[in-house]
């Protein structure tokens, strides 16, 4: 089948290559024309493990290419997916200038458009946002009617970055809302094949499953954090605790990892937004606000834990790992940017290093050092902080820690070996 992708960054991107793995082809449409002709080049704006060699075959087939003009993308296929951004707002809720507009030219496109054709929301919206916002702006711009002249459903996206196409070819389940009947059998038999659970639901009944698989996934984290602190208090790693918490299959092993917080451009900007919804509807989000606060704050927890150890006013920090996340270029709300900027607060002396986010992280702050390798950024240093699990960071052993002039060293995330490094304290273990 012939798709279109309006919004081609991370989502949007392993959406149309994820289809195209399928046997699909797609016309990615995007307004940054850097975005556009990036792609065509082959050359993703972003590092994301897959994407690249995805593109590349996705070209090489035909199945894939971009295009400024949304008339021609949309003309060309049967289906389109929104995967604009929603940002959040000062207030925690969601911009959605960027729906509006997506919809908005959408419609235009299709007014000249003939049959039927189905759009789909993929962006992460607040309920009632598809209906609220992107069907009226769609049927004004079309002079055609939703349901009549073309379908509406609401398709939530669960890919993690990092893992993206990997997560988006294999689902634990796909979430379809539908407008009406024709919409939601259309899609679903779009996705046959990839071998996981549907669930048919309202559009807005979709749009709140996004948003509470986050919050909960979120909650986790938060909950482990919580008593990651009180386990330090007490002697006892919390990666054990949770371990045999994990065992029991109505907790799960996954996302129990305490450290230094959650980022990434979803997590923190989700649950902000369903707090936000929640006040509108005047139904207390106590719960959610606490992940929040205890996220807010782990981060310093590193810092408080430096401190112990000793004064830090001009002492030589080596901060290794800046991504939220391992795999990734991504910083959006990575905790990485708190410590950095308290620590120059402190009046440290800030060294870095990260095998992708280096780019990025100069961007925000480029008065600091970067180094093109861990042992190059240890030299000489008074204290070693971990910030991200890449997995080169397993391998770092005593002779890497000794060219420090002074060996302090604190892990923000789980990943040192201590088969191969000694006298190593964790935030949380
Ligand atoms: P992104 O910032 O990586 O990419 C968005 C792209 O949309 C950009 O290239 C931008 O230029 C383009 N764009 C903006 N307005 C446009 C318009 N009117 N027409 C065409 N293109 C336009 O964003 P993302 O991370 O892919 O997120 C997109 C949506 O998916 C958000 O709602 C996000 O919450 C959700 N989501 C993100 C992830 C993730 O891991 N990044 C996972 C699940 C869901
Ligand atoms: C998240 C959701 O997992 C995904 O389903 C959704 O589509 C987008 O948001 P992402 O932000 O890309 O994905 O990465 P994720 O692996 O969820 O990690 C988010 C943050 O939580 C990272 O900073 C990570 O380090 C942190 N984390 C994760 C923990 O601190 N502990 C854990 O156990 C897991």
Redo the contacts with the bound molecule.
């Keep these: 089948m012939k798709i279109s992708v309006i919004g081609a960054g991370?989502?949007g991107l392993c959406t149309g290559l994820g289809f195209a793995k399928k046997g699909h082809s797609v016309i990615f449409h995007d307004v940054s024309r850097d975005v556009v002709e990036r792609i065509n080049r082959m050359e993703p704006a972003f590092y994301e493990p897959m994407v690249e060699d995805a593109l590349k075959e996705a070209v090489a087939k035909r199945l894939a290419e971009a295009s400024e003009d949304l008339d021609y993308a949309v003309s060309n296929s049967e289906i389109t997916f929104i995967c604009v951004p929603t940002p959040p707002k000062s207030d925690g809720s969601i911009d959605v200038a960027y729906i509006r507009e997506a919809s908005a030219a959408l419609g235009k496109a299709l007014s000249k458009k003939k049959g039927y054709h189905l759009v789909v929301m993929k962006s992460?919206v607040l309920p009632e946002t598809t209906e609220r916002i992107a069907l009226p702006a769609l049927e004004k711009n079309s002079n055609k009617v939703c349901g009549r002249d073309f379908g509406l459903c609401m398709n939530?996206?669960?890919?993690?970055?990092?893992?993206?196409l990997e997560?988006f070819l294999r689902p634990d389940r796909i979430v379809i809302g539908s407008f009406d009947q024709r919409s939601g059998d259309f899609l679903e038999g779009f996705y046959k094949g990839f071998g996981c659970p549907i669930l048919r639901t309202s559009i807005k009944t979709a749009e709140m499953i996004?948003y509470v698989?986050?919050a909960f996934?979120?909650t986790?984290?938060s909950f482990?954090?919580e008593i990651g602190n009180a386990c330090k208090k007490m002697g006892i790693d919390v990666y054990d605790v949770m371990k045999g918490v994990g065992m029991d299959k109505r907790i799960s092993p996954?996302?129990?990892?305490?450290?230094?917080?959650?980022?990434?451009?979803?997590?923190p900007k989700?649950v902000s937004a369903l707090i936000s919804k929640s006040r509108d509807v005047d139904a207390q989000p106590l719960i959610m606000e606490s992940v929040m606060e205890i996220n807010r704050e782990q981060p310093f927890k590193l810092i408080e834990l430096l401190k112990k150890k000793g004064p830090i006013r001009g002492k030589s920090v080596s901060v290794l790992g800046l991504a939220?996340?391992?795999d990734?270029d991504?910083i959006r709300?990575?905790?990485s940017l708190r410590i950095v900027e308290r620590l120059m607060q402190e009046g440290c002396e800030v060294r870095v290093y990260d095998p992708k986010a280096m780019g990025k992280f100069r961007e925000k702050f480029p008065q600091i050092s970067y180094f093109h390798s861990s042992r190059d950024c240890l030299k000489g240093s008074d204290v070693c902080i971990i910030l991200?699990?890449w997995s080169e960071f397993r391998d770092l052993g005593e002779n890497d820690f000794n060219l420090m002039r002074n060996k302090v060293i604190i892990e923000g995330?789980k990943v040192l070996n201590p088969s191969k490094v000694r006298g190593f304290e964790g935030i949380c273990w």
Excluded: M, Q, W
Aim: hydrophobic share 35%.
């Design positions: 991370y989502v992460t939530p996206e669960f890919l993690r970055e990092g893992s993206a997560d996004k698989s986050n996934l979120a986790k984290i482990s954090n996954h996302f129990l990892n305490a450290g230094i917080g959650f980022g990434g451009s979803c997590f989700d939220f996340k391992a990734t991504d709300e990575a905790p991200t699990e995330r």
